[in-house]
């Protein structure tokens, strides 16, 4: 996959306020340092790239949770990252 158009982007290495949240906590949250490994280290990753400031991402946060919750209750090798 060819991401160098977000490589112009601003970059930002501090976990999102979403991330502390309960309803977040079978979301694994990546950055810049943590997103190769990441990404490498997993057969199946489904990635949402939320902003704060975004209608669509806060309109589309609450579904990404319940879909985490119901794979890490099956124990779904497919893992949600943000």
């Known amino acids: ?6 490589s112009s982007a601003q970059t930002n290495s501090k976990k999102p306020e979403w991330s502390s949240f309960e309803s977040a906590k079978d979301i694994i949250f990546v ?3 943590s ?8 057969n199946q990753v489904l990635l949402i790239l939320y902003k704060s400031h975004c209608g669509a991402c806060k309109a589309a946060k609450p579904n990404f949770e319940e879909v985490a919750a119901k794979l ?3 124990n779904h090798e497919t893992k949600l990252a943000a």
């Open 1 to 6: 996959m060819n991401m160098n158009y977000l």
């Open 35 to 42: 997103f190769d490994d990441f990404v490498k280290s997993k």
């Open 72 to 74: 890490a209750a099956e």
């Open 31 to 33: 950055d810049d340092s």
